[in-house]
Nanobody, 126 residues
Framework: QVQLVESGGGLVQAGGSLRLSCAAS????????MGWFRQAPGKEREFVAA????????HYADSVKGRFTISRDNSKNMVYLQMNSAKPEETAVYYC???????????????????WGQGTQVTVSS
C-alpha cells in the first residue's frame, strides 16, 4: 500500500510556472506507475500526465503536451509535475495517483489507479 501527499499548488498568473510535488510512502515506490490528474469545479477528474516505474516512459494529455513535464525520483519517493505557460482554464485541484505494476506500463484512465492523494489547488489567474 502507498500513501500520497501532494504539495506545491497555489496561485500563478497566466503564462507562469508552477511545480507540483507528490510524496509517496512505502518502500516499493519504484514498483508503482504514477500519474497526475486534475478536477475543476463541476467537472470530472481528467488525465494530465503519466509516468512508468522507471521514468523512462511518459505520456501527456494533448492539452498540456509541450508545456507540462512529469518526472520522478525513486530515491526520494517523489513524483513531480512541472507546469509551464499555465492557462486560466487549468485552474483545478491536481491529484497524484499510483498503481502497482510489474512491467513498464503507464496508465491514463482514472479507474486504473489504486491510490490517490488529497489533491493540491492550482489557481491560474488571467
Amino acid at each position: 500500500q502507498v500513501q500520497l501527499v501532494e504539495s506545491g499548488g497555489g496561485l500563478v498568473q497566466a503564462g507562469g510556472s508552477l511545480r507540483l510535488s507528490c510524496a509517496a510512502s512505502g518502500r516499493t515506490f519504484s514498483s508503482y506507475a504514477m500519474g497526475w490528474f486534475r478536477q475543476a469545479p463541476g467537472k470530472e477528474r481528467e488525465f494530465v500526465a503519466a509516468i512508468n516505474w522507471s521514468g523512462g516512459f511518459t505520456h501527456y494529455a494533448d492539452s498540456v503536451k509541450g508545456r507540462f513535464t512529469i518526472s520522478r525520483d525513486n530515491s526520494k519517493n517523489m513524483v513531480y509535475l512541472q507546469m509551464n505557460s499555465a492557462k486560466p482554464e487549468e485552474t483545478a485541484v491536481y491529484y497524484c495517483g499510483a498503481r502497482y505494476v510489474s512491467g513498464s506500463l503507464y496508465y491514463t484512465r482514472r479507474y486504473e489507479y489504486e491510490y490517490w492523494g488529497q489533491g493540491t489547488q492550482v489557481t491560474v489567474s488571467s
